[in-house]
């Protein structure tokens, strides 16, 4: 079978970011304004966008892959428009359908990096099926989830994501929908990545950006992000630097899970498998968990996940999970290496001719 | 005892039984010994959409009917010379078609009065009298097929299974056909269980015993094999056909194949066919939905795969909005959309032409998309390649209209040499690494074909962003300008209505030149209009015969065709689909004949129409 280009992963040195093995090394390091296209952006002043594409832009370097070889694919919506503004390939498509369009791209080019920027709406509501179903095939795509709880796009109809009873012009009299938790949902669907971060903390979001690029398979990253126009100040609670010490729970793989004033607070299982926040001085130290982003079974990271509350509690960010699993291309480019393996390359002659031929002269 | 032999031109067999009785196993068996016996043949395969219905009802029947003749025929009949009816559903449901004098083969063990009931037979009809008209043969299959293998170590339930294999055994000592390739493809079948394969072997050559010795027999029949056009021929289906089409496009143009597709009758097999060829580099990818299927090939038409998705109907209507995005950022994409009966789910085993306006105009905005209809099961291979031709030269979405008949539907295929298919390699290029630093305009058009660069990801110095949102021309950045809109519409337009220009001009088949009447058709009712011009030529009637295989854009004479004669008549398995573009574009007031029954047109019935029409001309 002929490659679409030719183009091979050029042996390098340096250690790879895990999804990108088969994709080809840069040979000159990049800059975040290599990444930024001459469009302009169109976002309204002080969106939670912003933050979002500069600190994408600023990452990408560190893949260390050619401009080339990086492809993002959005749906609808505001965050949708981010393709734009990163100067690469780019593919806005149609309303849900980014991760159905990502995952044919992915596995037919593994030696491309795939990022699809989606929304609360576009990911969860019109596009829900085909989210859940590229996280559970794990197809090596990074899937990137503005989270801002409202339709922007559409001007301020409440989302899958919004609060039951938020006032919008579709729901005058308050919605009457439970809201999805996008990190439970993606968990149930067994992704095999699977993290929160926030649009203000750039550094934190770099780091999960980063650890996603280094899972292959999917990875989905909610990013809490403030809509001004429509939802304003809907992740407030945890955007003052007081208030955050209290709420935020910041996972980091192999340490014990503390927050609260002076890091006095840590987790433990309760009766019922959930967890449960406790103060560190009075706890029995053996039952205090330190955070297992490896564990195979996503129970725990599930249990993590429902400690989210309306009041914004306690909101763990970070990698929630991060197992190894065979990624869908993989498997898919495998198949075609046994198959030829096994009985040779096709042969397209024996193939029209069959096994029942007769010949008439 | 030694048998009378007939000769015979041609003969339509009809298997029919409960879903249960494996009729669609022995049609096909009995359809590869006449293949390899070297006869012309076509088959309509007819089975309920339930896999297994209440067994011995009505809505359980399930047939099989084979024409095979010493000529080339073109279509599966329209009535059986031979019934045979393991049941008395079978029967019923059945015997309308049987004309007076045609053989019935009855398996008269089913004819018990708990199974008469259950169909609403007061009196059995092999002792009422009814079926006087008919040269019944009453054989007790089951039982006969119960006996033959009493030695074997298998239950009862597996002796009774092989029933088909004794009514197919017989079959093949009625019409002297070579009994090597189903004994051969009894012992690949069941290699795994030996008992079940003697069984099955067993009951096959009891048939065919009792087809010698008995007296229920009189006559044994000879078909001489079919005068075809020399070379190498095997047998084949339409979506076989469809899915080798794709892997020799793929091979031909040099695209590793992509394709994503969702289950759906009777489209399913394509999908089947293509997962087995990985050798070739086929990708096939079972979606979560028939969104995701187009979605995923869409994606990989993006990244410089030979993408397509295959469907039917109602997967059709879920696929709409991704067609529009292809049309829009100018993609290749191939969309098998092998029709079947509808509205919604309607008849999802029988066939229709019922979606060439959904193919045409089932998108929101101006969103041409060039349509190629295929017209037998073996055209399905080489429409799929022109159709991946178009696709890759214009880069554009393209729908391939099939249908359920030409499907499921076989008929002998003389097998292409590769070197006289099309060069595919030549129609396209990607585009290369600008040399020049200036920036890559994505909508910049060649101007003989109007198609856009088809700039992969991963080519250095081609990045660009393409979107459902209108584009300027040439740059494709974002427009919402009023005039530049109305330019890209009619630019994409124009690039489709281009097409013509490629196409092959339709061919009319108009023997002497004086016909004054046209039949045009479309798709898969060629055979059926084909046959019927052929008995109203040998009644002394001229009448001229066009098929269009390119149904968007038409082929550039078509409104000369059309206004060459003085009536056209067009049938159509719909109310008048192409009929309405023909009228709407050429102001031809074609004559609509239109039949949707789920069925292909009897020949028959179309050489009475079409006679009409002449004596009205
Ligand atoms: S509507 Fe909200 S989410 Fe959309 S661009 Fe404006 S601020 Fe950002």
Redesign the pocket.
Known sequence: MPEPNGRHNEGNSSPRLASLTLVPHAADRLTAKDFKSDQEVR??P????YAIVAAFQAFLPELEVPRENVVVISGIG?SSRLPYYVDSYGLHSIHGRAPAIATGLASSRPDLSVWVITGDGDALSIGGNHLIHALRRNVNIKILLFN?RIY??TKGQYSPTSEQGKITKSTPFGSLDHPFNPVSLALGADASFVARTIDSDRRHLTSVLRAAADHRGAAFIEIYQN????NDDAFAPLKEPAASAERLIRLEHGEPVRFGPGASRGLRFGSHGQLEPVDVAGADPGTLIAHDAHRDDPSYAFALSRLDTADFAHIPVGVFRQVTQSSYDELMADQIAAARRHSGPGDLAALLAGNDTWEVH | MTKQVQTLDHVIIRFAGDSGDGMQLAGDRFTQETAAFGNDLSTLPNFPAEIRAPAGTLPGVSSFQLHFADHDILTPGDAPDVLIAMNPAALRANISDLPRGGDLIVNTDEFTKRNLTKVGYAANPLEDGSLEQYHVHAVPITSMTVKALESFDITRKDAERAKNMFALGMLSWLYDRPAEGTLGFLKAKFSGRPEIMQANVAAFQAGWNFGETTEAFSVRYEVKPATLAPGSYRNISGNTALAYGLVTASQLSGLPLFLGSYPITPASDILHELARHKRFGVRTFQAEDEIAAVGAALGAAFGGSLAVTSTSGPGMLLKAETIGLAVSVELPLIVCDIQRAGPSTGMPTKTEQADLLQAMFGRNGESPVPIVAAASPADCFSAVIEAARIAVKYRTPVILLSDGYLANGSEPWRIPEIASLPDLASEFAFATPGADAGAFQPFLRDPATLARPWAIPGTPGLEHRIGGIEKADVTGEISYDPDNHDRMVRLRQAKIDGIAADIAPLRVDDPDGSARVLVIGWGSTYGSIGAAVRRVRNGGHPVAHAHLRYLNPFPPNLGEVLRRYDKVLLPEINLGQLALLLRGRFLVDVISYNRVRGLPFRAAELAGVIEDVIGHA
């Open positions: 976002w309204c002080g969106c939670g966008d505001c801002n922007g796009l809509c001004p126009i429509f």
